[in-house]
């Protein structure tokens, strides 16, 4: 089965901006959860259904990925999906080469091969190019849980009988290696104990899958995951949670637009931190039953200073869009971004575009960061507020690419974005979406 994304037909999209967005656009699964939870399926052969699934271009590579494996996946009704990975096969040296390279997904299929077959190959990786983004911490765990790892010239795999619990410390608290733990660990013989764990909205949602599979998982103070490991795992059923980075980045086009956006389905809880960070800067919402709604308290926003952190600190991911409704801020904000060491390339467009805004390799923020004293221009300073002009642009990143289309929404005249493929890796929709905000755009 292919589950396309809805495709954007606009590339280049040509964007006239200086009008305020204003409307309803719903968010559905997160593009950070629905994949990991696809992958969640390959533990066991019964059938397992995921609702509230974004037709994605991450949701897709995830989709032929488990059919490449020998899974079934259908979508029996709109953003349903139907998993059942009860023929899985071994990864083909074919297959990883299809895949390697498009996205992140495939080396959490490890933990899930290795329980099923004893051998997991392992992918070189794709992804937004936001920085080196290594797998070292995956593969040191997965070795802790006692798989051997083979290396040849172009070839990687691990090797297990069984995977067996153990006390394992992340040097970081990485998403994707907290995620290849848990995988792992669920069918392993025993208990492990995950410290410097992450701890993020969407990795609550993977365990709460893995419960109700059957999985005893408890999450402790101080970032500690324990997993006691388990035989077998059954099917399941559930409702992925809502894309809380889609829902700031619309927050922050209706302030970068001074519009007002109701984003239905949007939480607050998984939102609180970005939530408070938006109010500081001047915006306002209100939360009911459905989604929560944004807007500009007052004419003018102020400025901030703000480091991104792991959950719960302020998102990287909320970090591009917000940069955008900073450099219509009154004053000096600072931004200092301590999980991707090169996560600021995206700016030379903006500047282009009017913006003022400089980078610094130091870290301009008390947090005590990797990439101080490194050469990485992680830290920005913003002047505000800038009239931005139009401007002819080249996505490079999926988070960029969104804040790209805010930054010429908020601009005066045209704009000609390219590569806009890639802001369907994880945004639905997106031309229809705003079209319905009542962006002048043609493509
Ligand atoms: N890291 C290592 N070694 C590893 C793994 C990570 O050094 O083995 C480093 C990375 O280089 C990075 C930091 O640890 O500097 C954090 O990386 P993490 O593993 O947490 O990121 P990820 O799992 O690859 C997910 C999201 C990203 C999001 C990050 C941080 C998915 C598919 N991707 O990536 O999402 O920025 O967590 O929250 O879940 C996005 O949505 O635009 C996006 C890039």
Redesign the pocket.
């Known amino acids: 089965m292919t589950f396309p994304a809805a495709a954007t037909k606009a590339d280049p999209m040509i964007l006239r901006g200086g009008k305020p967005l204003a409307g309803e656009v719903a968010i559905r699964g997160a ?2 959860a629905v ?2 939870i696809m992958v969640a399926a390959l533990l066991t052969g019964e059938k397992c259904v995921l609702r509230n699934v974004a037709r994605i271009v ?1 949701v897709g590579i995830s989709a032929e990925l488990i059919h490449a494996l020998g899974g079934e996946v259908s979508e029996p009704e709109p953003g349903v999906l139907e998993i059942c990975a009860a023929n899985l096969r071994p990864m083909e040296r074919s297959v990883l080469r299809d895949f390697s390279g498009r ?3 495939p080396i959490l299929t490890c933990g899930p091969l290795l329980a099923r077959f004893g051998m997991a190959p392992v992918p070189s990786l794709g ?2 190019r ?11 765990a997965l070795q802790e849980l006692g798989a051997t790892l083979h290396e040849e010239a172009h070839d990687a795999h691990l090797t297990a009988a069984r995977l067996q619990g153990n006390k394992i410390r992340l ?9 290849q733990v848990i995988l792992a660990a669920v069918l392993a013989e025993g208990v492990t104990e995950l410290s410097n764990a ?1 701890v ?1 909205p ?1 990795i609550m949602d993977l365990i709460m899958v893995l419960q109700k599979m059957g999985a005893v998982i408890s999450v402790d103070v101080d970032r500690v995951i324990k997993i006691v490991g388990v035989k077998q795992l059954r099917g399941f059923d559930h409702t992925a949670i809502p894309d809380r ?1 889609e829902a700031a980045s619309w927050a922050c086009a209706a302030v970068a637009t001074n519009g007002r956006i109701y984003v239905r389905n949007a939480q607050q809880f998984p939102m609180m931190t970005f939530l408070n960070r938006f109010r500081q800067i001047g915006g306002d919402f209100r939360v009911d039953e459905h989604g929560i709604e944004f807007w500009r308290a007052g004419e003018r926003l102020r400025s901030t200073a703000v480091e991104t952190d ?2 719960p600190g302020f ?3 909320y970090q591009q869009p917000f940069v955008i409704a900073l450099t219509q801020a009154d004053g000096v904000s600072i931004v200092h971004e301590t ?3 090169d996560r600021f390339g995206y700016v030379d467009a903006l500047q282009r575009m009017g913006a003022q805004i400089q980078l610094y390799r130091e870290c301009l923020g008390g947090l005590r960061c ?1 990439f101080g004293q490194r050469n990485y221009k992680h830290s920005a300073v913003i002047v505000g507020p800038t009239r931005l002009r139009g401007a002819d642009i080249e996505i490079p ?3 960029a690419g969104f804040s790209y289309l805010i930054a010429a929404l908020a601009a005066e005249g045209e704009s000609r974005i390219a590569n806009t493929r890639i802001i369907e890796r ?1 945004y639905e929709n997106i031309t229809a979406k705003l079209l319905a905000l009542g962006a002048d755009l043609r493509g």
Request: aromatic share 8%.
């Open positions: 593009k950070n994949p990991k991450d996205s992140r997904i992804g937004c936001i920085g080196s983004r290594p797998v070292d911490f995956h593969l040191r040097d970081y608290p990485s998403v994707g290696a907290t995620e992450a993020e969407e980075l792991v959950y998102s990287t991911d999980v991707y060491e990797r990143d999926l988070r994880g």
